[in-house]
């Protein structure tokens, strides 16, 4: 697993991780896939990453576990000898009203989206350092530019993930490593296919480009900052969102 540059991707057994996973092995990367729950999703995006003549492997872990995440990537360097490109992609919601909302609801979004995106930064930070080199990408959201009601634990979270980029963009520029954060907007996965129609179309009448996005969209962006064209730009965080915000 040597001569390519190698990519790990969180949660990318669906959704937006799988079509950054298939857009980085078009591109000749090795792809270290992971999930938490869907083990089968993941095996099988293994063996369609791999028609394109790069190593893939699947590897569990839930990202908000300490130990869990350390074991990701020592895993990963394992296998690959070399991670080249990290992208913080998983995330979930639990939606509701402040007063509805349960402690338990706060804190599990907050230790995925959150803690989840910290754990994986500062495991790879050894070997980014000593490599003098690499990329991260954390995925955040629209709504942690402009909030989101019913969302308080989520927002607060992908407002954290924009925060964590611009510290650790400082901390580690001077090892040429830089730290990018992408705000996608509305994009169609699982994570929004079961929103109610309503909100769906509330949503569709502030997008200037008429539609929603595609997990694509946010693909391309990934790869574009993982690319030797992208090493002047740290510390931003990317709209992708139709020119919603
Ligand atoms: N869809 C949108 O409109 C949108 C907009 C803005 C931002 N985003 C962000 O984009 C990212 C991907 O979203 P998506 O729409 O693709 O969501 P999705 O379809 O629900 O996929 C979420 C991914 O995260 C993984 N995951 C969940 N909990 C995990 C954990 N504890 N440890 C490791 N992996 C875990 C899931 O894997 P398992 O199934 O194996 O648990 C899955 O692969 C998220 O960070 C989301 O907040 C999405």
Redesign the pocket.
């Known amino acids: 697993m040597k001569e390519n540059k190698t990519v790990l991707i969180?949660?990318?057994?669906?959704?937006?991780?799988?079509?950054i996973a298939i857009e980085f092995a078009k591109a000749g990367y090795n792809v270290i896939v992971?999930?938490?729950?869907?083990?089968e999703?993941?095996n099988l995006l293994v063996k369609e990453l791999e028609v394109y003549g790069v190593i893939a492997k699947a590897i569990?872990?839930?990202?908000?576990?300490f130990e869990?995440a350390k074991a990701l990537i020592d895993e990963a360097l394992e296998v690959s000898g070399q991670v080249d490109v990290l992208i913080?992609?998983?995330?979930?919601?639990k939606d509701n009203m402040i007063l509805r909302m349960k402690e338990e609801d706060f804190d599990r979004v907050i230790?995925?989206?959150l803690k989840?995106t910290w754990n994986m930064c500062k495991h790879i930070s050894g070997h980014f350092l000593k490599s003098r080199s690499g990329k991260i990408i954390n995925?955040?959201?629209?709504?942690?530019l402009i909030g989101n009601a019913g969302q308080s634990n989520?927002v607060a979270?992908?407002a954290g993930i924009i925060g964590l980029t611009k510290a650790l963009a400082k901390e580690l520029g001077s090892r040429n490593i830089t730290v990018n954060a992408?705000?996608?907007?509305?994009?169609?996965?699982?994570?929004?296919r079961d929103l109610p129609l309503e909100m769906q179309d509330a949503y569709l009448k502030q997008i200037p480009l008429k539609r929603?996005?595609k997990?694509e969209d946010?693909a391309q962006l990934c790869l574009f900052l993982a690319s030797e064209q992208a090493n002047y730009i740290t510390g931003q965080t990317i709209s992708v969102n139709g020119g919603m915000v």
């Not at 705000?183 to 929004?192: D, N, Q, R």
């Open positions: 969180t949660g990318s057994s669906r959704g937006i991780g799988k079509a992971n999930y938490n729950k869907s083990e999703e993941a569990k872990a839930d990202v908000s576990d869990q913080n992609n998983s995330g979930i919601t230790d995925v989206n989840g995925i955040t959201s629209v709504v942690g989520y979270s992908k992408i705000a996608p907007g509305f994009i169609e996965t699982e994570m929004t929603f996005g997990a946010v």
